[in-house]
Nanobody, 125 residues
Framework: VQLQASGGGLVQAGGSLGLSCAASGRTFSSYHMGWSRQAPGKEREFVAA????????WYADSVKGRFTISRDNAKNAVYLQMNSLKPEDTAVYYC???????????????????WGQGTQVTVSS
């Protein structure tokens, strides 16, 4: 599966931004999907994940209550709505896909099978 993320940009603290990820392939609905991010000088970290059906979602503690992950299997797309953004949310955000047999533990570690290119999100203070 190929992934193309979009929607990044510059936003003031407290603002909102929505990211989208378009996936190719006819088996999108069989993949768990997720978002991770990497800030300058830091390792990539898990942000959010959603299971293949959209029935289960998981979030990093740092974004819980502010970010929402969703998917539309008919459109082969996954989304990340980010509200109440903080300067520490500044990072390159990556969309990723995991095969159906990945465990929840692996998803929460960001152990994914396919990665898209990143999209920059910058939050100014």
């Amino acid at each position: 599966v190929q992934l193309q993320a979009s929607g990044g940009g510059l936003v003031q603290a407290g603002g909102s931004l929505g990211l989208s990820c378009a996936a190719s392939g006819r088996t999108f609905s069989s993949y768990h999907m997720g978002w991770s991010r990497q800030a300058p000088g830091k390792e990539r970290e898990f942000v959010a994940a959603i299971n293949w059906s959209g029935g289960s979602t998981w979030y990093a503690d740092s974004v819980k209550g502010r970010f929402t992950i969703s998917r539309d299997n008919a459109k082969n797309a996954v989304y990340l709505q980010m509200n109440s953004l903080k300067p520490e949310d500044t990072a390159v955000y990556y969309c990723a896909a995991a095969t159906y047999d990945r465990s929840t533990h692996e998803l929460l570690r960001g152990d994914m099978d396919y990665w898209g290119q990143g999209t920059q999100v910058t939050v100014s203070s």
